[in-house]
């Protein structure tokens, strides 16, 4: 019987994915209208600086019950205003499907919200695991001066729901006071 090479290689130093199936995608300034506090900040920073970039592997088909997903995010150092660089931030679509964040380089907070709209928060830093419960929506922010690289796993039935951030957003935000993270309200 033949023992078979699998189609996808993670680099454990960097998270990386390497493989023919591998989906990117990336965020630059200009797709995050309304996502930071400070708009009128963010509409004046170079349009094409990139915020974050995501690797996904997705074996199975979206919504196929009991499949699993994985994902590697890498969110850019930098900040609009005093509010550092974080992901836009998703409920997924399945109240009840948790996932699992861990931290491979860099530094950041990982930033949750329950549907009560109440927010905590936790420190990521290389080797950290983030345990995301079903119910909380998250999003991911980079506190350090290099990129914050981490990988997730998911359930391939879990959905994005993308909708109640944009139009509510998050009950803290993220920013830098006397060079420190803090949650502001
Ligand atoms: C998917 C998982 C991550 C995020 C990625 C980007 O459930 O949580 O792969 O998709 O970190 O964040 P966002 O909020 O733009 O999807
Ligand atoms: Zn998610």
Known sequence: MDIHKTSVIINISTGILTGKDILCSRKLIRDLVGVFGNEQVRAELPADDLVY??????????????????????????????????????????????????????????????????????????????????????????????KLVFNACWSSDAGHNYQDIDHHGFSARLEEVAGKPVLMP
């Open 53 to 146: 970039e995501v690797q996904a592997y997705l074996p199975v088909d979206e919504g196929k019950e009991g499949g699993l997903f994985f994902g590697n995010s890498t969110v850019y150092p930098g900040k609009v205003d005093k509010e550092y660089y974080m992901t836009r931030g998703h409920f997924h679509r399945d109240l009840n499907a948790a996932e699992f964040y861990w931290c491979i380089k860099g530094e950041g907070v990982l930033i949750l919200m329950d549907v009560e709209r109440k927010v905590c928060a936790e420190k990521m830093q290389p080797g950290s695991l983030h345990y995301i419960p079903g119910g909380m929506a998250h999003r991911v922010a980079n506190t350090g001066a290099h």
